[in-house]
Structure formats: C-alpha cells, structure tokens
C-alpha cells in the first residue's frame, strides 16, 4: 500500500472515530434545580416586585461534553398565572460560578471504570422586577442538551431537560425550599444506594417531598406557559418505577432522604418535588413547588458491605426542646469489613460563626457560599462517632424542626452510604397561658385580683390599661383599681426559667356604671300567700 492510500485510509478512519463521538459531544447536562427568593417592592413603578432567581445546573465533564463547565449563559422565561400564564419576560443570565464537585476515588479503587464520572456544578444567578400578580409566576428555564444514552427516556438526545419553578405571589412573600447538599449521580447495580434530596426552607414552612415526572419543554418560549409536557419514557419504565420493573424507587415523604435499586447498568432520569405548605389564617396552603431533575449512573460496583448506624443512635431521631435549652445526642456508626467511615452532618443549625449555636464533637460546622445550610464531618476506622449539641436561643422557636442530616460514608472501591435525618423542634418559652379574675366590675370602689394561671414563670410583670395596679406588679397575682372608662385590659408578660419571654397573656374586662337598688310594691303579705 503507498503512502497516499495509507494516508487516506487514516483520515477515514479519523473522521469515522469523529463521527462516532458526535453525539456524545451535543451534550453535556445531567441535571438541575432552580430556587428564588422574594427581596423587596422596590422595582419601577410598572414592576415593583425583585426577586432573585438561581438555577443550578449539574453537567457531565467527562471528554467529549459539549459544555464541560456549562454554558456562557442561560435563558430564563417568566410568566404571569393572573393572566393566564402569558409571558412577561426573558432574560439572559451570565454563569455566575462553576465548580468540580466529582466525589474523590478511594485509593483501593484500582479496576477500570471504578472511578465516579466527572461532574461540575454550574449556578446562575440574576435578579428580575416583576409587575404585581395576585397569583403569582412561572419561572422556566429549558435546554435540549441531555446525554444521548440515556436508559430509561424515549430519544433522550432530542429531548430537553426543563426546571419549572411556581413563584408565590408578591403579596405572600416567600423564599423557595433549598437542597441541603449537591445531588450524587452514581448508584451500584443490583444493590441499594441512598440518596439525600433533603432541603431547608427559610420561612418555616411544612415541606411534603415525591417524585415528579421529568419536563421536556420546547424551546424557544412561547407567549403562554402551561406545565411543561413530562418526558417520555421508554418501553419498561414508567414514573412508578424509573430502573424498570425489577428496580426499586422509594422516597421518605418527610425529609426527602431516597432510596434506589437499578437491576442493570445504564443512564435513569428522575425528579423530585418539594412541595411547601404554610398556615394563612388557620387553613394550611400549597405555596409552590421546587423541583430537582437529576441523572443517575448505575455502576458495576465491588462487593462491600453498607455501614450501620448502632441502635441507640436511630432509638430517637425525633427531638423537643424549650427554647434557651441546651440538646445533646450522641451519633455512631459501624462498619462490618472495619473500613474507615467519614461521618458527614448537614444542618442549619451548623453556620459556623453564625446566629445559631450548634457543633458537632466541637465543630461549629463550615457554609459555602451561597448554601442555605453548612456541615462538619468526623472520621474513624472501623467506627466512628460524633456528639451534636445544640443550644437553642431566644427566638429559635417555629413550628416545623429544624432537620439534622447525617450520613455515614466507607472508604471503599463502590463505597456505600447510609443516611438518617434526625428532628429538633424548638418550641416556645412555656409560662402563665391565662389570667383568673373578673371580667366585669361595677364596683369601683374596691381593688380586684387578678392571678396568672398555667405553668410557672421565672418572672412576671403586670400592666394594666384603665386602671391602676395597687402594690407590686411583678408576682403571680396583681390587685387593680378600676378607674371611670368603660372598658380595661390585664396584661402578663413573663420570663421562662430558660430566660426567654413567653407569650404575653390579655384578659379584657368591662367596666359597668354601679346601679343602687329600690324596692316598690306592698312590704307585707300572709303565710302561704304571693
């Protein structure tokens, strides 16, 4: 063969290899999920109402991606539910930071393939004004860029990875539910690998967690925004079961922690929804929904036993404390091949520096910027333990708890994870809930007394509207003079024994005008008569 035929044969060969590794190179995105926070009303007169709004986008960095660290910018489109979803605007958003967030290889991981794929987290972040809306907006942002191979979705390469987000109105203002920790993208075939979908809601509010249909969407964006049309899946997979019928997909309603089983190796696409409820004048109400659309990589993974949490540690996972009390539980693990084991534990509570006061084995737990929680990690070999204090404080009082994560992860080739959310709820200083004594006086002249009722405070302080207190105002009980008006009001103020204020207790009373008695008629009658 001459040199311009070898040569010729090379070049064919080269653009076949170029060919072949096309459709790998149009894609690049693994997942994602978008947030907002409502700021202010001091936008322009025609759109008063900023929030800022953030879209995280997971994306594979392996050779061949498209957009390793993702794109120069992203496109978000809003939309207005008063007016039928019609489309108030679209804005394009710079990239705002891009990480590599790849899990680190165990050293004993030495077989081809073992090491996890390469993935980058990339935010984007902008704030828009929007006009006033009594029902609030859809934000969305699409892009048609998935991996070619996905498993368990029809044509996975034409079909878009869309975050559909349900602002609340302006009127509720309200900060979106943020994942706690960066989704894990690789499970081990055949087994069943935990993930954590856990987030922390600023405002408070009930979070319900389940599986959602993955969006498609279509681009460019149009003038209306219905919901987005879901994917379509492939023969044998469905929402109910995402790895096929011999898989398993299981969800924690409460605190989002997952559990997955895939029977074969391959590419899945599944979401998650964090519903937010919130109690409006006594009535509990949907105030949106958050979604996190994520690609799972199932790998053959070397046998290796999962680690286990010792039973007294997962006796109590659910925890009350008075605010000003001061909580501490002990957290240990095991592993059954003595691996050494890193304890990880996620929380609010852990913000360093921060207004809370919480540590685990005395670390105050480190933030990263522009994460809603912080963590702290301890290790040991075979087993590890870890003690989480907290010591509540006037003010941290609400009525859903605050969510302490905790996950225990070997160093092992195909390492296992093991996940348990454990429950604070901090209630209100608990004092006086009711004040005894009259509630109408027609006599004046007299002073009357008034006695708190209910559990006993560290102490009290009495004040009193329309009248005036005789003696001490700061006991159990207080004496009042009533003065001329026709109305006054009893009020308590107390002091828990943790010292932080209670509620305050009222007790209104009406004052009425002293009326004198007259007696008319006969002043005299027979025995047995009327």
């Known amino acids: 063969m001459n040199t311009r035929v070898l040569l010729r044969s090379w070049l064919i060969f080269l653009l076949l ?40 986008l997971y994306l594979n960095k392996e050779f061949g991606s498209a957009a390793p660290d993702g794109r120069l910018d992203v496109t978000i489109a809003f939309y207005n539910k008063s007016q039928a979803g019609a489309r108030i605007l679209t804005v394009t958003v710079p990239r705002t930071t891009f990480a590599e967030i790849t899990p680190p290889t165990p050293g004993t991981c030495t077989l081809p393939g073992s090491a996890p794929p390469r993935v980058t987290l990339a935010t984007y972040v902008t704030t828009v004004n929007l006009p006033l809306s009594f029902d609030g907006y859809y934000a969305v942002y699409t892009d048609i860029a998935r991996n070619v191979d996905v498993t368990n979705l029809q044509n996975p390469g034409n079909t878009n990875l869309t975050l559909y987000t349900d602002m609340a109105p302006p009127l509720l203002p309200n900060t979106s539910p943020v994942f706690s920790d960066t989704a894990v993208a690789v499970i081990c075939q055949g087994d069943t690998s935990i993930l954590l979908n856990n987030a922390y809601d600023a405002d408070g509010d009930r979070l319900i967690y389940s599986f959602g249909t993955p969006y498609q969407g279509n681009p460019p964006f149009g003038n209306f925004a219905p919901p987005p049309p879901p994917v379509a899946y492939a023969t044998g997979y469905s929402l109910a079961q995402p790895f096929g019928a011999r898989g398993y997909a299981a969800l924690n309603a409460s605190t989002g922690v997952s559990r997955y089983l895939a029977p074969s190796l391959g590419k899945f696409v599944v979401a998650v929804d964090v519903k937010e409820y919130r109690t409006i004048n006594g009535r509990e109400v949907l105030v949106g929904t958050t979604r996190r659309d994520i690609q799972l990589v199932s790998r053959a993974c070397q046998p290796n036993k999962p680690p286990v949490f010792t039973a007294p540690t997962v006796q109590v996972k659910d925890y009350t404390v008075e605010e000003g009390q001061t909580l501490n539980f002990n957290l240990m693990a095991t592993d059954p091949e003595g691996q050494r084991l890193t304890m990880k534990v996620n929380s609010v509570l852990l913000d360093g520096p921060g207004p809370f006061d919480a540590t685990l084995s005395g670390n105050p737990g480190t933030v990263p910027p522009g994460n809603p929680t912080g963590s702290a990690s301890v290790s040991g070999a075979g087993t590890v333990t870890g003690t989480f204090r907290f010591a509540s404080a006037c003010g941290n009082a609400r009525a859903t708890p605050y969510d302490v994560v905790v996950t225990v992860t070997d ?13 604070i709820t901090v209630t209100r200083a608990t004092g006086p809930n009711r004040i005894v004594g009259d509630t109408v006086v027609c006599d004046r002249s007299q002073a009357v007394q008034y006695t708190a009722s209910g559990p006993a405070a560290a102490s009290y302080r009495w004040t009193v509207r329309g009248g005036t207190v005789q003696g001490p105002a700061t006991g159990s009980s207080v004496r009042v003079l009533w003065g001329a008006g026709t109305t006054g009001t009893v009020v308590l103020r107390c002091v828990s024994g943790q010292g932080c204020p209670t509620d305050s207790v009222t007790r209104p009373v009406n004052l009425r005008p002293r009326a004198g008695l007259t007696v008319s008629g006969g002043l005299s009658s027979c025995p047995r008569a009327s």
């Open 17 to 56: 290899l170029v060919g072949l590794r096309l459709p790998a190179a149009a894609t690049h995105l693994l997942g994602g999920e978008m947030n907002y926070t409502y700021l202010d009303a001091n936008g322009p007169a025609s759109a008063p109402f900023r929030y800022r709004v953030s879209v995280l």
């Open 411 to 423: 160093d092992a080739c195909g390492s296992k994870t093991i996940a348990e959310v454990f429950r």
